[in-house]
C-alpha cells in the first residue's frame, strides 16, 4: 500500500512457485481432457467396396462436390440428387459444442448430418452433402480422413456454401446489394470459367469451406468454391435458387435431375 502519492508500489504477484502449483493438471483433469478429445474424435464410415474399388484403395474420383450449410444442402437435393440415380457410400459421425450428427440415413434438410453419394452411371463422381457444423480444430481430421479415401489423380472438386451479406466487404453499403448473390474463389490449378464474378479482396472464406479450398491449394487439385452470401441464414427458397447458374456449369450439368423429359435448368 502507499504510502505517499507517487511512491512506486511493486504489485503482489502469484507467479513463480504458486502459478505452477495453480496450473499443475490432475489426475482427473487429464482424465477429462482425455475423454473430450475422444468425443471429438471424427469418424467417417465407407461402404466397402464403394466405387468399384477395394477398401484398401482410394476411391477414384473425378469429380467430387461437396455442398456445406443447409442451403447448399437443399440445393443439392432439390435440382441433383434423388434415390435412383445415386447411392450413399459413406457418413461422416461427429459431435462438438455445437452438433451432433444424426445416425440416420433417411435425413430431413434441417437435420445435422454428412453425408457421401456415388453416381450410380458414373461412379467416379461423389458428391458431399454436410449440413453439421465442423468445429476448427476437427477440421483437419475431416480433411485427412475424407480426402484420404479418394483418389487424387485427375480430381475437380466444386464447392458451395452460404455467408451472411453482412461480411461482404465492399466501399457500398450491404443495405444496397441484390442479396443473395454468388461470389467465387479457386485455386490456381482451375482453368475453366465460373459462373459468377470472383470474390474481391479483402474479403475472405472462412470453416470448412475454406479448409477443402486450402487442401485443394496445397495438394495441387483443381477447385472452385461458389459463395451465396445472403441475409436469411436459416433454410430460404430464395437462397437456395440462387445457386441456380451453377447447373449450367461443367461440373453439374449433366448431373441436373429429369422433370417430366426436361431437365430442370
Known sequence: MATFFGEVVVAPSRAGVDDEEETEETAEDREIRRELQEKREITVLWTPGAAGSPAEEPLRCSRFIVAVGHNAVAFLSAFILDSVCWNIVGAVKLWNEWCQTTNATSVLPTDSFCLF????????VLLCQCSCYVAEDQQFQ???????????????VTILSTCPVAEYKTQE??????????????????????????????NIV???????????????IPAVLYQCYTDIIKLD?????????????????????????????
Open 142 to 156: 475431416w480433411l485427412e480422413k475424407v480426402f484420404g479415401h479418394i483418389g487424387k489423380k485427375g480430381l475437380q
Open 173 to 202: 453499403s450491404t443495405l444496397t446489394l441484390p442479396s443473395p448473390f454468388l461470389k467465387a474463389l479457386k485455386t490456381k490449378e482451375f482453368k475453366e470459367e465460373v459462373c459468377c464474378p470472383l470474390l474481391e479482396q479483402p
Open 237 to 265: 427458397a430464395v437462397t437456395i435458387e440462387a445457386f441456380k447458374p451453377l447447373l449450367s456449369s461443367k461440373p453439374l450439368k449433366n448431373l441436373v435431375k429429369v422433370f417430366g423429359g426436361l431437365r430442370c435448368l
Open 117 to 124: 453419394y456415388q453416381l450410380i452411371s458414373d461412379p467416379t
Open 206 to 220: 472462412r470453416d470448412l469451406p475454406a479448409a477443402v479450398l486450402s487442401y485443394c491449394q496445397v495438394w495441387q
